[in-house]
């Protein structure tokens, strides 16, 4: 299984960008998808969350209303827009799937999931 995240990068406060993470060696479809940040000096805590189906959606209540997650089973993508970025947003932003058995299934603790991939740094400077 490889996750591939892409779109990091530094922008300006107030500013957009739109992370992919491209999925191989399993069924996407089956398997709920989440993105998770981590600082330097912190714990890597819970961003947004989509489940297999792409009809529920989770998000930390720091990003509620600015971040959007959602998915392409055609394409094997997920994606997390996001808007209004501030310099607390400043990380590397990793995606990561399991399997899920249920359709609308949720998850949102780094342990729930089984694969990972190498993060992408996002800097937002203010």
């Known amino acids: 299984v490889q996750l591939q995240a892409s779109g990091g990068g530094l922008v300006q406060a107030g500013g957009s960008l739109r992370l992919s993470c491209a999925a191989s060696?399993?069924?996407?479809?089956?398997?709920?998808m989440g993105w998770f940040r981590q600082a330097p000096g912190k714990e890597r805590e819970f961003v947004a969350a989509?489940?297999?189906?792409?009809?529920?959606?989770s998000y930390a209540d720091s990003v509620k209303g600015r971040f959007t997650i959602s998915r392409d089973n055609a394409k094997n993508l997920v994606y997390l827009q996001m808007n209004s970025l501030e310099s607390e947003d400043t990380a590397a932003y990793y995606c990561?799937?399991?399997?899920?058995?249920?359709?609308?299934?949720?998850?949102?603790?780094?342990?729930?999931?089984?694969?990972w991939g190498q993060g992408t740094q996002v800097t937002v400077s203010s």
């Open positions: 989509i489940s297999r189906s792409g009809t529920s959606t």
């Open positions: 060696g399993l069924t996407f479809s089956l398997n709920a």
């Open positions: 990561a799937a399991t399997f899920a058995s249920t359709r609308n299934y949720v998850l949102k603790l780094p342990q729930d999931y089984n694969y």
